[in-house]
């Protein structure tokens, strides 16, 4: 990790993640990916998937820590999302970028989607 008294520590751009999505089936029993490209000497990811309640609550998702999820039906009348921060070789982090899944529609049992996301 770059530390104060090394040259390139305020010049070095952060890891980060560019072009952040998600594709696959939101719906119960769906297979979602995290898709992107890494910059800035990102050389790893810290993943963690967020359920977002229709009252504006969440809660990160207990044992999911990859790039890909399998929605229970627990998902059903929530909203999914993926938060992502990059980390170089030298373990420094860069910022937390946020995808929601199918572009924060409402999780339904079926692959039809019908609302929007809280909005915080």
């Not at 890891?15 to 995290?34: H, R, Y």
């Not at 993926?82 to 199918?102: L, M, P, R, W």
């Amino acid at each position: 990790m770059l530390t104060e008294n090394d040259d390139d520590y305020n010049n070095e751009p952060l890891p980060a993640i560019v072009d952040l999505s998600i594709t696959g089936d939101a719906f119960p029993g769906g297979k979602l990916q995290m898709c992107g490209y890494s910059i800035n000497g990102a050389v790893s990811c810290i993943f963690k998937w967020v359920q977002h309640f229709k009252d504006g609550s969440y809660r990160y998702i207990e044992g999911t820590t990859g790039p890909t999820y399998t929605g229970p039906f627990d998902d059903v009348g929530t909203f999914i999302d993926i938060e992502v921060v990059a980390t170089d070789k030298y373990g420094q982090q860069g910022n937390s970028f946020i995808c929601f899944a199918h572009k924060g529609l409402l999780i339904t049992s079926a692959p039809q989607f019908t609302q929007s996301p809280p909005t915080s």
